[in-house]
């Protein structure tokens, strides 16, 4: 399931995986890699057996900035033995990162190498996808809680994807993780949301 890209006539990059099927299949492994991407914050690798973290991406974000979650976020991508992702991931990272230029919380170099994180790490974690299944199970989310639609979506592929195997879910947004926890989905905790903060 690695992307690779192509360009529009306007020259526009943009990723497409180069087996379009794979990540329809919940239970789909990524495969194993000679030479695996390793994150600039752990010289750990991650394999695709144990305990399997899906992030949400200001989750991933948290990872390479010195915010307030950062500490918790780097801890459970080292710990994690197989990280996951929605398939949103994609566009949310690019417009997150791209509103906090704009607000210069971070600089054009921060910028790219966070997206590089994600994007070139794709072919070693597990991508849920954003499916007509998904999006069925999101707007019922969206009835029973208040989520905004696209966090609505990270939590819908996890909870199809529970149905396969053990996962959990690390998430920053707190109507996000007090949902999660609604939803009986395992989640990773986060002590100031449990305090009621």
């Not at 144990?50 to 918790?72: N, P, R």
């Not at 919380?105 to 849920?128: A, C, G, P, S, Y």
């Not at 966090?151 to 959990?168: E, G, P, S, T, W």
Request: hydrophobic share 35%; proline share 6%.
């Amino acid at each position: 399931m690695r992307p690779t890209k192509n360009k529009k006539q306007s020259g526009q990059k943009i990723f497409r995986f180069s087996n379009p099927l794979s990540w329809v299949n919940p239970l789909y492994q990524n495969p194993s890699s000679s030479n695996p991407e390793r994150n600039p914050h752990s010289s750990m690798s991650k394999s695709n057996e144990g305990e399997l973290i899906v992030f949400d991406t200001g989750a991933l974000i948290q990872i390479h900035t010195q915010e307030t979650f950062s500490s918790i976020c780097i801890t459970a991508f080292n710990q994690a033995k197989q990280v996951g992702t929605c398939y949103l991931s994609i566009p949310e990272i690019a417009g997150a990162t791209g509103a906090m230029l704009r607000n210069q919380r971070i600089t054009k170099k921060q910028r790219e190498q966070i997206q590089n994180f994600l994007t070139k790490q794709l072919d070693q974690w597990l991508v849920l996808p954003v499916s007509y299944r998904v999006c069925d199970l999101a707007y019922e989310l969206c009835q029973k809680h208040p989520l905004k639609g696209g966090d609505a979506i990270h939590l819908a592929a996890v909870k199809i994807l529970l149905q396969f195997r053990n996962a959990k879910f690390l998430t920053l947004d707190k109507p996000l993780y007090e949902a999660t926890k609604k939803e009986n989905v395992p989640i990773v905790v986060i002590p100031r949301f449990e305090d009621g903060r």
